[in-house]
């Protein structure tokens, strides 16, 4: 027996963020954007940061960051 009922809304998020979104219109164009600064960035970390953990999670953060991004673009269009 379940012991809590989700709300409407926490069904309706959790439905739209376990699903597949395809792209659509610009969508694509705006993710291939975001990487390619990212990849821009995740770079200069590398060649102006010597090797450590912090640069690791520097680089992890912005892998992060970017998809927070693409699922922003797919998740609300």
């Known amino acids: 027996m ?4 989700p709300t409407d809304q926490e069904m309706e998020s959790i439905n739209n963020t376990f699903v597949y979104h ?3 219109e610009d969508q694509q164009a ?3 954007g975001l990487r390619d600064r990212a990849r821009d960035l995740a770079l200069n970390v590398l060649k102006s940061c010597p090797p450590s953990r912090e640069r690791s ?7 992060t960051s970017n998809m927070w ?3 922003s673009i797919a998740r609300n269009e």
Do not use: M
């Open 30 to 32: 705006r993710y291939i």
């Open 22 to 24: 395809p792209p659509k």
């Open 69 to 71: 991004a693409n699922a």
């Open 2 to 5: 379940d012991r809590y009922t």
């Open 57 to 63: 999670l520097a680089l992890t953060h912005l892998e």
